[in-house]
């Protein structure tokens, strides 16, 4: 099983980029990373999801290099809206669907 | 479209109860994937059902049980609760079993066990 490794806890400031990096030593080939973001008693909300190099949307960026055993998340100009915890996934093909959650990232934003 | 859909929302139980918590994929969704979330343990994967069969399942006691409806629809019951089966159960619903394919979670049903 690919396990994952996130920092516990980051501390940022409005307006500030926030770059939090996911490492997964054992992806698969054909395991896709993607992120996740959760607010208090509510369920984990997609944010971005990709397979290598680089993805953007209109929320995030996701830089996963070469060799694929880690990836980033990289946040442009927090909100104190965007203080919640980020979780890295990834997606066990040989298992299904047996998605693997890490521990979640608690990103604070302060102003 | 209507989002995932978990009922209810709040559940309190005593010890050695029984409960039924139910999910409702978006339409058109037919895979269902349970997971138990506790401060301690953080997200865990219960099982994951595609078309009314169980594919997959994590490492949980048997008390722990699910199924899915011809309709896509998922029930997980926890038979004999005990203290520490008190959690957030959230529901994850995609269109089809393929690695990319997105989640979309349910806010879930807190329950607590006294």
């Known amino acids: 099983l690919a396990k994952t490794t996130q920092p516990i806890s980051m501390d940022s400031y409005e307006g500030q980029e926030v770059n939090i990096t996911c490492s997964h030593n054992?992806?698969?080939?054909?395991?896709?990373i993607t992120w996740y973001q959760q607010f208090p008693s509510q369920g984990p909300r997609f944010i971005i999801q990709g397979y290598k190099t680089k993805v953007t949307n209109e929320v995030a960026s996701l830089f996963i290099p070469a060799d694929r055993k880690s990836s980033t998340l990289s946040l442009p100009r927090v909100s104190l809206s965007d203080t919640a915890v980020y979780y890295c996934?990834?997606?066990?093909?040989?298992?299904?669907?047996?998605?693997?959650f890490g521990p979640g990232t608690r990103l604070s934003v302060l102003p | 479209k209507a989002g995932v859909t978990q009922t209810p929302r709040y559940l309190i139980k005593t010890r050695g109860q029984q409960v039924t918590l139910s999910c409702s994929p978006i339409?058109?969704?037919?895979?269902v994937s349970w997971y138990q979330q506790t401060p301690g343990q953080g997200l865990q994967f219960l099982f994951e059902?595609?078309?009314?069969?169980?594919?997959n399942k994590g490492n949980f006691p048997g008390r722990f049980s699910g199924r899915q409806f011809s309709n896509s629809r998922s029930e997980m019951n926890v038979s004999t609760l005990e203290l520490g089966d008190s959690a957030l159960y959230l529901c994850a619903t995609n269109r089809d079993r393929a690695a990319q394919e997105t989640q979309y979670f349910g806010p879930g049903t807190r329950l607590l066990v006294l």
């Open positions: 339409s058109g969704h037919r895979s």
């Open positions: 996934l990834v997606a066990e093909r040989n298992y299904g669907q047996n998605f693997v």
């Open positions: 054992n992806i698969a080939t054909n395991d896709y």
């Open positions: 059902y595609f078309s009314e069969t169980q594919r």
